[in-house]
């Protein structure tokens, strides 16, 4: 595994995280395209591509809440890349280009099975509140950066 990472802004490199996420939500979750790109799909958004000899195999992305806070999703491993860390990975990135930009928090809505990872990288849930948005039960989590 040779992975490089990219900090996706223009269309060409956004295109790696879209071709992720129609691979990993839309085939193999079967998420409809409506549903999983939205209107935070756009200019200001940023990616982070995790790519394994030229080939996208990981992704998440971040856009601003406030001046203090991004709203980071989206996170996505190719299943076959899964069980390697990348997610990890991803996140690890994100968040440095997150500090490097001057935010001080995060906030995520992780799907139900997925709080103990975020746990472990820091994100602590807001609240008990469980949510089911179009296709999965979320928690809003958040990480405070310093």
């Not at 998420?31 to 200019?43: A, N, Q, T, V, Y």
């Not at 030229?54 to 992305?61: N, S």
Request: net charge negative.
């Amino acid at each position: 595994m040779n992975i490089e990472v990219m900090r996706a802004q223009e269309e060409w490199q956004r295109a790696g995280a879209y071709s992720v996420r129609i691979q990993g939500m839309n085939r193999q979750c079967g998420i409809s395209l409506r549903e999983e790109f939205d209107e935070h799909d756009c200019d200001g958004t940023k990616y982070i591509v995790l790519l394994d000899s030229g080939y996208p195999v990981a992704t998440c992305r971040f856009y601003e809440v406030d001046e203090n806070t991004v709203t980071l999703g989206r996170v996505v491993v190719l299943p076959e890349y899964r069980g390697m860390g990348l997610g990890r990975t991803v996140m690890q990135q994100a968040e440095e280009w997150i500090s490097s930009l001057g935010y001080k928090a995060i906030v995520i809505d992780s799907r139900v099975e997925a709080v103990g990872f975020y746990e472990k990288l820091g994100y602590s849930a807001v609240g008990e509140e469980v949510r089911q948005n179009s296709v999965f039960k979320c928690v809003k989590m958040r990480k405070n950066l310093f």
